[in-house]
């Protein structure tokens, strides 16, 4: 219920709908880079696959040497030879 009043409100104010509402926002560039933001947690980190709890499910990223360049509580850069970005909603 709150969750359809907050996309009304989102709306109605054209704010941006990633920050208001915690989305994840993915930015991809090229094959070697994701910058994620707004995401929970790490449930997986290996050199072939980062998969991260998001607000509405997980968010995983497979590729080959993959590295957390940096992390902070908001947002992450993941570096390596991207091959698949999956979201799985809950």
Known sequence: MLEHVGAALVSAFKLPQDVMLGEVLLSIVGRQVVLIENYKS???YAD???KLQTKNGKLTINGEHLIIEYYTKDEMKITGRIRSVELDGV
Do not use: D, E, Q, R
């Open 48 to 50: 072939h696959c980062v």
């Open 42 to 44: 790490i449930i997986l």
